[in-house]
């Protein structure tokens, strides 16, 4: 399984960005595919994350009414399209993948390479 990311880059606070994630070699539908991020000094965080399956996301507290995550089957690729972002959203953001039925990453078992995203205010 390969994740391929793409789509960081510097924006001004309030400005928009989207992300995309694309997945190969997945053998099944029953994974949740989605996006982590690690600002400078802090944890890894989920962002979002959605079933391949049934379509059902995920959004963290952070970006609830913000971020929108959408999927292209047929192109086997996840978007991350984030509004009004603030310099707190700073961070590289990883596309992350779990086998699982559910929409929420707990476990990631394949992730891509990060994508720096940086909000100036």
């Known amino acids: 399984v390969q994740l391929q990311a793409s789509g960081g880059g510097l924006v001004q606070a309030g400005g928009s960005l989207r992300l995309s994630c694309t997945a190969s070699?997945?053998?099944?539908?029953?994974?949740?595919i989605g996006w982590f991020r690690q600002a400078p000094g802090k944890e890894r965080e989920r962002v979002s994350s959605i079933n391949r399956s049934h379509g059902s996301t995920y959004y963290a507290n952070s970006a609830e009414g913000r971020f929108t995550i959408s999927s292209d089957n047929a192109k086997n690729t996840v978007f991350l399209q984030m509004t009004n972002l603030e310099p707190e959203d700073t961070a590289v953001y990883y596309c992350?993948?779990?086998?699982?039925?559910?929409?929420?990453?707990?476990?990631?078992?394949?992730w891509g390479q990060g994508t720096l995203v940086t909000v100036s205010s």
């Open positions: 070699g997945f053998t099944t539908n029953n994974y949740a």
């Open positions: 992350a993948a779990e086998l699982t039925r559910g929409a929420v990453i707990l476990q990631p078992g394949y």
